[in-house]
Structures are given as structure tokens and as C-alpha cells.
């Protein structure tokens, strides 16, 4: 018999999957979470599932999911992103008030191009270069784009990620 226990990588995507319904569209990014979704969560229906795959399109999950969105307007979009990622397009919060376009951007923050460092740090004795970030405060900068904004913990993320869908709605 062997036992697995689920990582924080593994839980959280299944915890995204109990959150959205069967058809409800999950778009990941080049981050540790988007890598684990791609073995850890489960899809029901084509195309509910999108990601670049391996191509190294850093910043594509949050702007995608707004497209997603707009095509698919009664389907609940959930977006997942690393910070470094999700800052090459956050300024597409402005395009997602303006044009009321209701994605829940789920914006996991080690202040860190994580890969990028973990690599670095692997390769060169821990030395690193231009692999940290200066991240703003991603609930006020949502919250200055009149986005409604939250920060969560592990252990609620589950809870509030089903009534934030039920809010987007």
C-alpha cells in the first residue's frame, strides 16, 4: 500500500476544481501552481483547461483568461499566476474594471521569478541575479482599479474561492 499526502502544489489546483464547475475554465502561467495543475487537476470537458505548455510565455495566464472571459461571458474563469507572471500583464486590471470583465486572478506571491532563483541557486551555490521581485501589494493594487480584491491563507482559500465564483457570477 503506499500513502501519498498531497503537497500545497497538489491541494490547491483540486481545491480550484471542487470551486468551479464542470465547465468552468481554468487558464495557468509558468509557476510552480500552473505545473502542478497540469498533473493535479482534473478536467471534465474540452477546452476547460488552457495553458502554453512549455513554451515560456511568462505573463500569458492573466490577459488569456480576460479573452477567455469576454468569449465565454456565462463561464466562470479562474486564472493562476506566479507574481513575476502575473505582473507582465496587471496592467490588464484596467481593461478587466473598465470593461467589467469578471475573472478571478489567483496571484501566488514568493516575491521571487521562483523557477528562475530555485535554478540560480541550484546551479551557482546559491548566488542569484535579477531573479527577485519588489512586488506592490496586490490586494490595493486590485482594490485601486476598483477590483474587489482578497488576500488568503491556505488554509481558507478553498472557502473563499467558491464565493468569490459565486460573487463574479
Known amino acids: 500500500t503506499e500513502i501519498y499526502t498531497l503537497s500545497l502544489h497538489d491541494a490547491l489546483p483540486i481545491s480550484i476544481r471542487a470551486a468551479l464547475p464542470e465547465d468552468g475554465i481554468l487558464v495557468d502561467e509558468l509557476t510552480q ?3 502542478a ?3 493535479a487537476y482534473p478536467t471534465y470537458k474540452p477546452r476547460t483547461f488552457l ?7 511568462l505573463g500569458w495566464g492573466y490577459a488569456t483568461s480576460l ?4 468569449a465565454k461571458p ?3 474563469v479562474v486564472s493562476i ?3 513575476g507572471g502575473f505582473l507582465f500583464t496587471a496592467m490588464e486590471m484596467s481593461t478587466a474594471a473598465q470593461n467589467n470583465i ?5 496571484v501566488f506571491s514568493d516575491g521571487a521569478y521562483g523557477n528562475v532563483k530555485r535554478i540560480q541557486q541550484m546551479a551557482f551555490n546559491n548566488r ?3 531573479s527577485d521581485l519588489h512586488n506592490p501589494d496586490f490586494v490595493k493594487l486590485g482594490e485601486s482599479f476598483g477590483i474587489a480584491s482578497e488576500r488568503l491563507l491556505n488554509r481558507t482559500f478553498n472557502i473563499v474561492l467558491r464565493h468569490i465564483l459565486i460573487m463574479v457570477k
Open 33 to 35: 501552481m500552473g505545473y
Open 37 to 39: 495543475a497540469r498533473l
Open 51 to 57: 495553458s502554453m505548455g512549455y513554451q515560456g510565455t
Open 67 to 70: 479573452g477567455v472571459k469576454v
Open 74 to 76: 456565462d463561464t466562470p
Open 81 to 83: 499566476s506566479g507574481d
Open 102 to 106: 469578471g475573472v478571478v486572478a489567483v
Open 128 to 130: 542569484t541575479i535579477a
